[in-house]
């Protein structure tokens, strides 16, 4: 019987240093400018949220394992090794206050990927048993029950049911040979099954042949955000093991940041192995279809002022900054942007995992205050997004904030232009 | 020790030996960073990173764009000041070029001293603001330890002596000349074992940075 | 004994005119730098004083520092010799040799025990007494003998002052300057190789005419020809500044006057009156001339590096000791990055599997 | 028999030491000893450093010859470089060489070599007008009026009534061995202090092209100075009318005053054309390229080497040859590894420092051992005896006069018919002294060639000064060696130089007064300063008068002859003496 061990977390970071790490934390002048690009920082003011200051164990680990003069130091009892409280410390600097949006590795002026380092230091603190109860319990139940939130395929199919019912179309299920193979968010499968009509009636107002997985529908991946690579390679293997299954072309990412992040460019480094199918964004697939003339508007323009959400993971993080911009150009005439868009956008304060940590709460409330600002500066009447995890924690923010806005996934919003056949 | 041996000793002996321990700090750390590898790519890419990571070493010289410059002016203009002051004045400053020339073969021309001059002057002047953000405001003041008030004073120290060696204040010109050259070598030694290596790491940085973000079709 | 005539009789009864007087004085009053108020005090100060007598003593030399106060114009070494001083013992100028100059200086000493000035050119070799002799002595002895009864001692010369070449490397014959030996003396430095002609007669001519030693910087040296580095004073000195540099001897630059800091030029570190004074009645002097400052008057300049290397370049031995570190560097860093693979090897073979029943502690 | 000492030996540079044994009965030396007492380790020094840079550690070899080692030097690694030198580098330094040679010898007549022969004392009670007349009937010097002579007369009474006799103290005045009579003496002092004055301004040719004086620099593949008649920073019109300035100021101070004064001042003492006479062998390395440039068929100054008084036959010389040149330490407080009665070659010199000699202070030299700082060179002829030689103005004028250079020959006949001496008086102190003036009296005639040849070149629009092409140690060969020879105004001058890997590996100089002043070599062969005291005659032993005479009448410069050497990294020491 095993059980995480500070020696496992200690070990575990020493695994995860490679170059970049090295030269990261030796062109790191302690600037500062981190702090400003993190809204953990600009929303409380309290520098312990500076990005780099949250690397400080791993940062000990490269210095003392892997550099002379670390060893020297130790070595001659200048420096104090890490200790077990130190990670327990750094917990909430690690999950609560980052939810490695990734604004910091724009800006470092050395070209410092904290985002990247921040990563691998939960693999540490996750193999020493210091991941928070909330990202814990997750990812017992991504792996024990196959979804994080615990849903079963009892539950989609429910949902699947009500959709069927409401769009009149048929959800293909386990279809060898489909095209696409669309996955889901556990969140959108309670919270917004409008996703799933839209992909239906886009799929087929495109004519494309697609279906869903019984045995995987689930994209989120719980391992990647607590840090435990061997998790998050379990829980991507089952959707890679059903996709080569069906034999699908194409497996589409559903509106979720880290899902998209998982599948699309940790999969396949989890795995060791090139994907012999091509993973998309459920955006990216729309645009496609736009630019291929697939995508036929009813005219009916949104007329409301409108602005879009740049989920990070797959805006930054994920290079799908332009497709979303393209499609509500197609259907929207008052899209405005707000002053830090697209790859410089702002974190809706959960992604990451932090939405799953409870204590987490309070603080993600407080940053939130970020997006809020950006929203009533730009006073839109309607926000689009493209990840449920976002669209979740904003209208929890709106909710906290008092604020009324309406939200609508992109996907939805272009299935409701299209059309009808 | 009269000045004069002083100033053969830090132009000799000291030289030889900060420039060796430079080389081999240099050679060091750079190899006890490649041993440490790099995780293979398996995703499939939007491009192969190079031209990302070449396009974020050079990028990240240019100004942020303007969400970032407000948030982080003061640092930015007043770094932007510092790095380049210190460099146009160790890289454009006649007696440096010769300097480099003996050293490496090449050379190019310099500017007058009096543009040096002033140049120093902004440069040291934004260093000393630099010194006082960091301590008054409150994410640096948390940040900082010892190797950063170090390693300010060891890149302030140069430009100090050098604009003081320049003006003959305070001390003899071939003692304060001395060291200046001294504040030099000191830079030197310590630059490989401190934050300063940034020098030369930060296009490993920007380099792994930009070329991930670039195999993601993501501009850094 | 007859009372000796003050210089002021000595200068008036060889039809030295008052006039004349004066003008010397006044001569004497700008090259000390010294106000021109002070002139009546210093022609009545002049006027007063029986001749200094002074004693000079000549060790590992060339003569370039009696050749060069030869050529000294004001005051001149006639004036000096015969107005000003009494120079009572002068290897290369006394009459008499042997015995007969031994004798002389014996005299001297005797007579003016407590108030002799002692000048030294040359520097005193320690490693072995027989390295240089005179009259069957060793220089330290003579030096130590002379300098007992002398008021204050006048190092002419680099020799003298800080061991000159003699002294450079690998200083063959242990030999030191005068300070290394006198510490219980005043001692006025008066460096250069060799020192320009009016600053040795001048600085003696400070001392008989204020009966006190100029003011010194560290070194020693008087402030009122050592007090400037020569680049400060040199009038090529604005093409420094505008970065106009003679990159070889000969060529346009070179020609228009610009700076010769590129050649090796060490007018920034030497602290000299060449650009002012200059040499030999104000000629001309040697950046003047083409060729860069040696640096002749500053300690161990033959040995700061070739004459024609620029100041700013290091001495050689760089590449040697850069070869070295990137050997050394290369080897430490292949140790320790094999070390560090080898750990982060073994990190990664002993990883054991993290399961969602090992993300708690038990 | 009495041990004559005289140490110091003034009025010369550098520091050299006579002992002489004399006879009782007739007050005559039996055999002299030469010993230079300094040491600083020059060669030494040199090893390692970069060639360019050896003229100024060279030139300060001596301070009095002060041009002669630096050029010596960088003519050493031009000649090991193959590195040709512009014409007007060539004829600057000519016109370098030249002022330097009427500047030292002017200088040693008056101020280094009068003293023996003139009583300032005596001066004191000449005859103003006398003196004047005196001086009318020798030459046109304007500065001859009695009132001229009567203030300089006034002067040396104030200074001698002062009691403080300065540098004049204990001289031998009043003699008997002075011979003129007061009005002569009071001509002479006068010429003293106004050589004094004139020296001053020739030294000026120095500044203008080497920046200063003493030790002007130099450069090897050129000199310093640009020549560029439209910029006020290089050599100009102005500056070269003030070269032409000083060397009219030079020739007219020789032909007015020095000549006449060494005629008259002779002509009291003709008894020494036949004292002093020495070894009566002479060498000569060969300079003064009448023609402006450095080729050898056209020096003033053959090269070569007689033998014996014989000016029928004079045998060539060659400087690379090792077994003409070698340098001998059997007295010399040296080691050689091969043994101390072996002659090495320059560019083999190899020699251990090792005082040997009786700890200071000491009364006598143990001269039957070893007793100088300075080495004895030695000529090998083809006979394949070796042979001590003199060097020097006698030995250039004997050259001269024996290959018929036509200017010698009637300046020594002329001086020899006036003095009503036989050309034998020329092997002796008087015609050491005598041949001085008239060498300098040639080379004052040949400045003004040197000068038009620099004026045309100009004229021509030739103001090339340097050569960079060899500048760069990394266009030299991985190793060279070469000899840089000259005429120097106290004999022949050569510098040996060995140059590896761009820097100087060895170093050797053999200078003018090792030649003349070194001690005996393995064969007991005096030098030339110790054959010519030989059968001195002393008057009074306790004012050895005679010893200076003909000592000062070779020039000693004693810091040039010593130096020491290291070879093949053991601490190596060798004397010399110039």
């Given at each position: 019987m095993s059980a995480a061990t500070f020696a496992r977390g200690y070990q575990a970071l020493k695994e995860n240093i490679d170059i970049s790490i090295a030269a990261y934390f030796q062109s790191c002048v302690h600037c500062g400018m981190c702090a400003d690009a993190c809204l953990f920082y600009t929303e409380t003011n309290d520098p312990k949220y500076t990005p780099i200051h949250k690397l400080a164990p791993l940062r000990k680990v490269w210095e003392q394992e892997y550099t002379l003069l670390g060893r020297l130091k130790v070595w001659l009892g200048l420096a104090q090794p890490l200790k077990d409280e130190e990670l327990a410390e750094w917990k909430e600097y690690i999950y609560d206050s980052c939810t490695l949006c990734g604004r910091c590795s724009m800006v470092c002026p050395v070209g410092n990927d904290l985002v990247y380092m921040i990563r691998k230091a939960r693999e540490g603190m996750a193999a020493a048993g210091h991941a928070p109860a909330g990202l814990i319990g997750a990812t017992t139940r991504a792996i024990q029950i196959g979804s994080p939130m615990g849903l079963k395929w009892l539950a989609l199919q429910t949902q699947i049911k009500h959709v069927e019912n409401d769009t009149g179309l048929t959800i293909p299920i386990d279809q060898v040979g489909a095209e696409f193979l669309v996955l889901m968010s556990a969140m959108e499968i309670i919270n917004f099954p409008e996703y799933l009509a839209a992909v239906a009636k886009i799929m087929k107002h495109v004519g494309k042949t697609w279906t869903i997985s019984t045995e995987a529908f689930e994209a989120t991946n719980s391992g990647i955000q607590i840090g435990a690579s061997d998790i998050a390679k379990e829980l991507v293997s089952r959707i890679v093991k059903a996709a080569e299954k069906l034999q699908v072309k194409t497996v589409i990412s559903p509106e979720c940041g880290h899902a998209y992040m998982a599948i699309r460019w940790e999969g396949p480094n989890l795995m060791g192995r090139y994907f012999k199918f091509q993973v998309k964004h459920i955006l990216e697939v729309l645009d496609e279809f736009r630019d291929q003339g697939k995508l036929k508007t009813d005219g009916i323009f949104e007329t409301a002022r409108l602005t879009y959400h740049d989920p990070c993971q797959i805006a930054r993080r994920g290079g799908v900054i332009e497709q979303p911009r393209n499609l509500l150009k197609l259907i929207a005439r008052n899209f405005v942007e707000m002053a830090?868009?697209?790859?410089?956008n702002w974190c809706c304060g959960g992604g990451g995992g932090v939405s799953a940590i409870d204590e987490a709460h309070e603080l993600r409330t407080k940053v939130f205050n970020r997006k809020k600002n950006q929203l009533q500066e730009l006073k839109v009447e309607k926000l689009v997004t493209a990840c449920a995890n976002c669209r979740i924690i904003i209208e929890e923010g709106f909710e906290a904030y008092q604020m009324e806005l309406p939200i609508i996934g992109l996907t939805e919003m272009v299935a409701e232009h299209l059309v009808e056949k | 020790m009269n000045y004069t041996e002083f100033l053969l000793w830090v132009r000799g002996p000291a030289f030889h030996f900060a420039t060796a321990i430079l080389v081999l700090g240099l050679t060091l750390r750079f190899l006890e960073m490649l041993f440490l590898g790099s995780p293979r790519q398996y995703a499939a890419v939007r491009s192969n990173g190079i031209a990302g990571g070449i396009r974020t070493v050079i990028s990240r010289f240019a100004p942020p764009e303007p969400g970032v410059f407000q948030r982080s002016w003061f640092i930015i203009v007043a770094g932007y000041l510092f790095h380049l002051g210190f460099f146009i004045s160790f890289f454009l400053f006649a007696p440096h070029i010769i300097l480099l020339k003996s050293l490496l073969g090449v050379s190019w021309p310099g500017l007058p001293a009096p543009v040096i001059n002033i140049i120093t002057i902004i440069s040291l002047f934004a260093m000393i603001t630099l010194l006082i953000n960091r301590w008054y405001y409150p994410v640096l003041r948390f940040l900082s330890d010892f190797e950063d008030y170090l390693s300010w004073t060891l890149a302030f120290l140069p430009l100090f002596t050098g604009y003081l060696a320049f003006h003959h204040i305070w001390l003899p010109y071939p003692l304060m000349l001395a060291l200046h050259i001294l504040s030099v070598e000191i830079l030197m030694i310590v630059l490989p074992f401190t934050k300063l290596i940034h020098t030369f790491t930060f296009i490993i940085a920007r380099w792994t940075n930009g070329a991930r973000a670039a195999q993601k079709g993501v501009q850094v | 004994m007859t009372k000796q005539p003050t210089i002021g009789e000595s200068l008036r009864s060889q039809g030295i005119s008052r006039r004349e007087f004066m003008k010397f004085c006044t001569t004497a009053a700008s090259l000390m730098a010294i106000s021109p108020a002070l002139i009546p005090q210093l022609a009545k100060a002049l006027e007063n004083t029986p001749r200094q007598s002074v004693i000079w003593l000549s060790f590992q030399e060339c003569t370039g520092c009696t050749e060069s106060l030869t050529r000294s114009h004001a005051p001149n070494l006639e004036s000096l010799i015969f107005n000003t001083i009494s120079l009572d013992y002068h290897h290369t100028l006394q009459a008499a040799s042997g015995e007969a100059a031994e004798l002389a200086r014996a005299e001297a000493m005797k007579a003016n025990n407590g108030k002799y000035l002692l000048v030294v050119d040359g520097s005193i070799p320690l490693a072995n007494p027989g390295y240089s002799t005179i009259a069957g002595m060793s220089n330290k002895d003579i030096l130590l003998e002379v300098a007992q009864g002398a008021k204050a001692v006048i190092a002419v010369g680099t020799c003298a002052a800080f061991g000159g070449l003699p002294k450079a490397a690998p200083n063959p014959t242990g030999a030191v300057a005068v300070q290394d030996l006198i510490t219980d003396k005043p001692i006025v430095n008066v460096p250069g190789c060799p020192p320009i002609p009016i600053v040795i007669s001048s600085v003696i001519a400070h001392y008989v005419t204020f009966g006190v030693l100029p003011q010194l910087d560290g070194?020693?040296?008087p402030l009122s020809f050592f007090g400037q580095n020569i680049h400060d004073r040199c009038y090529r000195r604005p093409f420094y500044e505008r970065g106009?540099?003679?990159?070889?001897?000969?060529d346009e630059g070179a020609k228009q006057g610009w700076c010769l800091y590129k050649l090796g030029c060490k007018g920034p570190v030497t602290y000299n009156a060449c650009a002012i004074f200059k040499w030999n009645d104000a000629v001309s002097f040697p950046i003047e001339a083409g060729h860069g400052c040696l640096g002749c008057s500053e300690p161990d300049f033959w040995d700061a590096g070739g004459f024609y290397q620029a100041l700013s370049v290091p001495l050689t031995g760089t590449a040697t000791a850069v070869s070295y570190a990137m050997v050394g560097g290369a080897a430490l860093g292949v140790v320790g990055g094999l070390l560090n693979r080898q750990k982060k090897s073994e990190a990664k073979q002993h990883h054991e599997v993290v399961s969602i029943a090992d993300l708690k502690r038990t | 028999m009495t041990r004559l000492v005289v140490d110091p030996i003034t009025r010369i540079e550098g520091h050299l030491r006579i002992e002489a044994q004399m006879d009782d009965a007739n007050k005559t030396i039996t055999a002299a000893y030469s010993s230079g007492t300094m040491v600083r380790g020059i060669e030494v020094i040199l090893r390692g450093r970069d060639p360019r840079d050896a003229w100024a550690f060279a030139q300060r070899i001596c301070g009095v010859c002060t041009v002669v080692h630096g050029l010596a030097s960088v003519r050493a690694v031009e000649d090991a470089l193959k590195y040709k030198i512009p014409p007007n580098a060539q004829l600057i330094r000519n016109l370098m060489i030249g002022a330097q040679y009427i500047h030292d010898h002017v200088m040693h007549f008056y101020h280094l070599h009068a003293l023996d022969w003139v009583d300032v004392v005596s001066a004191l009670s000449a005859d103003p007008k006398a003196t004047s007349e005196l001086a009318q009937s020798l030459s046109s010097y304007p500065k001859s009026s009695p009132g001229y002579f009567a203030d300089m007369q006034k002067k040396l009474k104030t200074f001698v009534e002062s009691g403080q006799l300065g540098i004049f103290a204990q001289g031998y005045w009043g003699h008997p061995a002075y011979k003129l009579p007061p009005e002569a003496n009071l001509m002479a002092v006068s010429h003293y202090l106004e050589a004094l004055t004139w020296q001053r301004e020739v030294a000026k040719l120095h500044a203008i092209f080497g920046g200063k004086n003493p030790h002007p620099n130099f450069l090897v593949g050129g000199v310093p100075c640009a020549i560029d008649l439209n910029s006020d920073s290089a050599l100009n019109a102005k500056r070269l009318a003030q070269v032409q300035d000083i060397i009219g100021l030079m020739r007219d101070f020789v032909d007015q005053v020095y000549l006449p004064d060494t005629l008259a001042i002779a002509s009291f003492y003709k008894e020494w054309g036949s004292q002093g006479e020495g070894l009566g062998n002479f060498l000569t390395y060969g300079d003064f390229p009448t023609t402006g440039l450095d080729d050898p068929t056209t020096f003033l100054v053959p090269a070569g080497v007689i033998l014996n008084r014989d000016l029928s036959v004079t045998y060539p010389i060659d400087l690379n040859a090792p077994e003409q040149i070698q340098e001998y330490v059997t007295h010399s407080w040296y080691d050689y590894s091969s043994g101390k009665d072996q002659g090495l070659h320059p560019y083999q010199g190899e020699t251990q420092l090792n005082y040997t000699g009786p700890t200071p202070p000491y009364k006598q030299l143990e001269v039957e051992k070893e007793y100088s700082w300075l080495k004895s060179p030695r000529w090998i002829g083809p006979d394949g005896k070796m042979y001590a030689v003199e060097v020097g103005p006698l030995a250039r004028v004997l050259m001269m006069y024996a290959k018929g250079q036509p200017q010698a020959k009637e300046l020594v006949d002329s001086m020899l018919s006036k003095l009503n001496l036989p050309i034998s008086a020329l092997y002796s102190t008087l015609g050491r002294t005598a041949a001085r003036t008239l060498e300098t009296k040639m080379i004052a005639d040949l400045m003004p060639t040197w000068y038009d040849n620099l004026i045309a070149n100009i004229k021509a629009g030739d103001t090339i000064t340097f050569n960079e092409t060899l500048w760069d140690p990394s266009s030299w060969p991985q190793r060279a060696q070469g000899v840089g020879y000259m005429e120097a105004p106290r004999g022949g001058l050569a510098h040996w130089i060995v140059i590896e890997n761009g820097k100087i590996a060895n170093y050797q100089a053999v200078v003018p007064s090792t030649w003349n002043a070194g001690p005996r070599d393995a064969q007991g062969q005096a030098g030339a300063y110790e054959a010519a005291l030989q059968g001195q005659v002393i008057e009074k032993p306790e004012q050895p008068i005679e010893i200076l005479r003909t000592i000062h009448s070779f020039d000693p410069c004693i810091a040039c002859a010593v130096h020491l050497t290291d070879v093949k990294g053991e601490e190596v020491l060798k004397v010399k003496v110039c």
């Open positions: 830090d868009h697209g790859k410089m | - | 070194l020693k040296r106009w540099f003679a990159e070889s001897f000969d | -």
